[in-house]
């Protein structure tokens, strides 16, 4: 298990950027896959993207492709969501997750380990 705390939400408008962090604690960060997962009220969590052990290697949900981009610092134990032009539907809480896996997994079963989450609201 790792324990994941996500920062860096907040309100900004449409078309403006935004960068998540997920800092985790343990050594062992560099063997986990990580994903980021959001949700919005009243609608199930729904996968973003996420980024292989090596970081080589990146997954995106279809609405994220082209305007997010994931990477991670093993040496920092951080990963980070880099979200650009947002609009009003990224409005959700978003959240971190590590899998115990070597490849880019994308289904919320795969991931053991949960953040607590923060919020990014997209409004004008």
């Known amino acids: 298990q790792v324990h994941l705390v996500e920062s860096g939400g907040g309100l900004v408008q449409p078309g403006a950027s935004l960068r998540l962090s997920c800092a985790a604690s343990?050594?062992?960060?560099?063997?986990?896959?990580l994903g980021w997962f959001r949700q919005a009220p009243g609608k199930a969590r729904e996968f973003v993207g996420t980024i292989s052990r090596s970081g080589f290697t990146t997954s995106y949900a279809r609405s994220a492709q082209g305007r997010f981009d994931i990477s991670r610092d093993n040496a920092k134990n951080t990963v980070y969501l880099q979200m650009d032009n947002l609009r009003s539907e990224d409005t959700g809480v978003y959240y971190c997750a590590a899998a115990n896996s070597s490849g880019t997994p994308i289904d919320v079963v795969e991931f053991s380990s949960w953040g607590q989450g923060t919020q990014v609201t997209v409004s004008s």
């Open positions: 343990g050594s062992t960060f560099s063997t986990y896959a």
